[in-house]
């Protein structure tokens, strides 16, 4: 179970950093657009289609053994810190490009957007005829939105 853990943070990181590069330099975009670029990138953590329902459903699973598994329990505690290093990562770079609203504090909405991110994963997987993949993206967006500054 470690290995097959391991394989799908690695392909996703790899995903993910590739998603990265090719955003390039944000500064002087509309502030929208920035927002829309972290949407596509925080979406690789949902499951909006086959591939990546996949991944979050391996996440949930390894996330519930690793409760009871002591063997598990270092790499599920990796995985919440790099999704927290990531989430943070992505709203600094936002605020450095004028995409989120002064004054916000990076660390809370760290939590607040890992949180949101954890509740729509683990609601789509579990229960997706209650939570399906557009409702997941629209909720992220108008999350990300809410974040940005009020004149646009």
Known sequence: MRFAMRSMLDRVGDRLQRRIDELGDLDGLPGPRI??????????????????????TVLVDFSTAARTDPTLDGLAHETAV????????????????????????????TERLTSLLDGLAFTAVLRPEVLDAPTCATVLRAHLDDLGPTDG
Request: glycine share 8%; hydrophobic share 40%; with cysteine.
């Open 35 to 56: 927002r829309r670029f972290a949407v596509e990138l925080l979406s690789e953590l949902l499951p909006l289609d086959d591939s990546r329902r996949a991944e979050v």
């Open 82 to 109: 790099a999704t927290r290093a990531l989430v943070r990562r992505i709203l600094t770079r936002l605020g450095s490009a004028g995409g989120l609203r002064p004054g916000l504090c990076v660390e809370t909405e």
